[in-house]
C-alpha cells in the first residue's frame, strides 16, 4: 500500500462522524414526504429511507432527517470505499473523466483513445494471469448474462469443430429451436442469487419473491454444502455433507 493511498484513507476516516446517531425513527418524517412523492411514479415497497448522499461520508450513511448510521449495506456492495471518496471524487473531477462520462460511447463500435489507455492502466493491470481480455458491463447481473452467454458460444464452437454455422442453425435460431438454439443448460445451486436477468434468474434461488410470475428456464438446480461451525468441531458431519452434495452435482451431471 503507498503512501498516497495510506493518507486518502485517513483522510476520509478523520471526516467520519464519531458513531450513528439516531434523531428519528426510521423512516423518519422528511424520508416519509420523499417516499409519499415516489410512489406516484414507482414501486416504492422495497424503500427504508431517503439518504443524504452528499452528507454521507466514508462507511456513515445519513438520511434526509438527519439521522446517521453504519452502512454495512453500502448501496448492495457498489461502493467498497464508502461514500464521498476524495479518491474517487478527484477522478470524477478530472475533465478527461467527465467527457467519457457525458459522452457515453458504443464501447464495442466507437472506443475512445481514454477507455483504451484505462482499460490497460486500471482492469487489465489487475487481472488474473493468463486473462488477457476485458469485457467491461454495466451489473452484475448482464456480466453473469454475457457470462453465460461466453460459455454457451466457446461449448458449440467446440461441439462444431470451429465449423461455420449451417443454414439449419441460422435459421432455427430465428424461432428459438435447435439446433441453432440448443438445449443445453446451465446448472446453480440452492440458495444462490446471480440476479433478475432473464438467465441470471434462472439461476436464482434465494428468495420465491424474486422469481413468482416470471417464465424461466428449465436449469438445473444442485444443492449447496451448509456447514455446521465451527469447523474444526465439525470436521466429520461437514465431510459428509459435502459427499451428499457432490453426490447430487454427479446425478444431475
Same mark, same amino acid.
Do not use: W
Given at each position: 500500500m503507498t503512501k498516497r493511498r495510506i493518507n486518502l484513507g485517513n483522510n476520509i476516516l478523520s471526516q467520519e462522524p464519531s458513531g450513528p446517531k439516531m434523531k428519528t425513527e426510521i423512516p423518519g418524517p422528511k424520508s416519509k414526504q420523499f417516499m409519499k412523492k415516489l410512489e406516484k411514479t414507482q414501486n416504492a415497497l422495497s424503500t427504508i429511507f431517503v439518504l443524504d448522499v452528499e452528507k454521507s461520508i466514508g462507511n456513515y450513511a445519513v438520511d434526509v432527517d438527519g439521522n446517521i448510521l453504519l452502512d454495512v449495506y453500502e448501496q448492495i456492495a457498489s461502493l467498497p470505499l464508502g461514500y464521498n471518496h476524495p479518491a474517487i471524487q478527484?477522478? !470524477?473531477?478530472?475533465?478527461?473523466?467527465?467527457?467519457?462520462?457525458?459522452?457515453?460511447?458504443?464501447?464495442?463500435?466507437?472506443?475512445?483513445?481514454? !477507455?483504451?489507455?484505462?482499460?490497460?492502466?486500471?482492469?487489465?493491470?489487475? #487481472?488474473?494471469?493468463?486473462l488477457d481480455y476485458i469485457q467491461p458491463m454495466?451489473?452484475?447481473?448482464?456480466?453473469? /448474462?454475457n457470462a453465460f452467454k461466453a460459455m454457451c458460444i466457446w461449448y458449440a464452437n467446440k461441439?462444431?469443430?470451429?465449423? #461455420? !454455422?449451417?443454414? /439449419? /442453425?441460422?435459421?432455427?435460431?430465428?424461432?428459438?429451436?435447435?439446433?441453432?438454439?440448443?438445449?443445453?443448460?446451465?446448472m446453480s445451486f440452492e440458495g444462490a442469487f446471480h440476479g433478475r436477468t432473464f438467465g441470471a434468474l434462472s439461476c436464482t434461488h434465494s428468495k420465491p419473491i424474486h422469481k413468482i410470475d416470471i417464465p424461466s428456464f428449465d436449469w438445473p438446480a444442485a444443492p449447496f454444502p451448509r456447514y455446521k461451525y465451527p469447523l474444526e468441531a465439525n470436521e466429520r458431519e461437514n465431510t459428509k455433507e459435502d459427499e451428499k452434495c457432490l453426490a447430487r452435482v454427479n446425478f444431475l451431471f
Open positions: 478527484k477522478v !470524477f473531477q478530472d475533465s478527461k473523466n467527465l467527457s467519457q462520462l457525458v459522452n457515453r460511447p458504443a464501447l464495442g463500435v466507437h472506443p475512445t483513445p481514454q !477507455f483504451i489507455k484505462q482499460i490497460d492502466q486500471t482492469l487489465l493491470r489487475i #487481472a488474473p494471469k493468463g454495466m451489473c452484475g447481473s448482464c456480466s453473469n /448474462e461441439y462444431r469443430n470451429g465449423k #461455420a !454455422f449451417t443454414d /439449419e /442453425e441460422l435459421k432455427s435460431s430465428m424461432y428459438n429451436k435447435p439446433p441453432g438454439c440448443p438445449n443445453i443448460s446451465i
